[in-house]
T-cell receptor, first 112, second 115 residues
Framework: GDSVTQMEGPVTLSEEAFLTINCTYTATGYPSLFWYVQYPGEGLQLLLKATKADDKGSNKGFEATYRKETTSFHLEKGSVQVSDSAVYFCALSGTGRRALTFGSGTRLQVQP | DARVTQTPRHKVTEMGQEVTMRCQPILGHNTVFWYRQTMMQGLELLAYFRNRAPLDDSGMPKDRFSAEMPDATLATLKIQPSEPRDSAVYFC?????????????FGQGTRLTVV
């Protein structure tokens, strides 16, 4: 079945550092890929998405590129802020009856 | 601003009691998901519906959990009887199924504590 694997956290960075959170997936067919973010006490919010190979999703300075050859969708940001501290979830959505499948989440802590 | 609304936001109940969680999906969305989030298990899919019909409820303990959509504006998740291990945050999400994917919009969750 479909699965998503994320790097374990927490990831602790200083403000303005470069961020990478790794995500790889296993799925049949050509899924769409997502990054969601969860702030403390909140539900998940869609951060960005990509629907086909080589697509780049971007939002709020975050980017991720759909790499079919490596089955990856790594999240990057050039300069993180304290307000980016949250838990980040990678997810995929296949065609047909399959629901959204989430990774285990990666907690990011950004220190001033 | 369209959003998924979940009630109650917090629920504390005694073991053995019935718990009902409600969700109002975004108007026009044809897909509703129920997820459970715990520290140990992360996000688990319990059930999901498309056009009010259940498509997958394999993640739900059938003996005590039930999920329904009485109409397009309401989804319910019931636990009877509740147990301490059911303590978690329960999220409802809704989305619109397109050709290739379903983008989900999450509610703020119901934090359930069973004592």
């Amino acid at each position: 079945g479909d699965s998503v694997t994320q790097m374990e956290g927490p990831v602790t960075l200083s403000e303005e550092a470069f961020l990478t959170i790794n995500c790889t997936y296993t799925a049949t067919g050509y899924p769409s890929l997502f990054w969601y973010v969860q702030y403390p006490g909140e539900g998940l919010q869609l951060l960005l998405k990509a629907t086909k190979a080589d697509d780049k999703g971007s939002n709020k300075g975050f980017e991720a590129t759909y790499r079919k050859e490596t089955t990856s969708f790594h999240l990057e940001k050039g300069s993180v802020q304290v307000s980016d501290s949250a838990v980040y979830f990678c997810a995929l959505s296949g065609t047909g009856r399959r629901a959204l499948t989430f990774g285990s989440g990666t907690r990011l802590q950004v220190q001033p | 601003d369209a959003r998924v609304t979940q009630t109650p936001r917090h629920k504390v109940t005694e073991m053995g009691q019935e718990v009902t969680m409600r969700c109002q999906p975004i108007l026009g969305h044809n897909t509703v998901f129920w997820y459970r989030q715990t520290m140990m298990q992360g996000l688990e899919l319990l059930a999901y519906f498309r056009n009010r019909a259940p498509l997958d409820d394999s993640g739900m303990p059938k003996d005590r959990f039930s999920a329904e959509m009485p109409d397009a504006t309401l989804a319910t998740l019931k636990i009877q009887p509740s147990e301490p291990r059911d303590s978690a945050v329960y999220f409802c999400a809704s989305g619109q199924k397109r050709d290739r994917d379903t983008e989900a919009f999450f509610g703020q969750g119901t934090r359930l504590t069973v004592v």
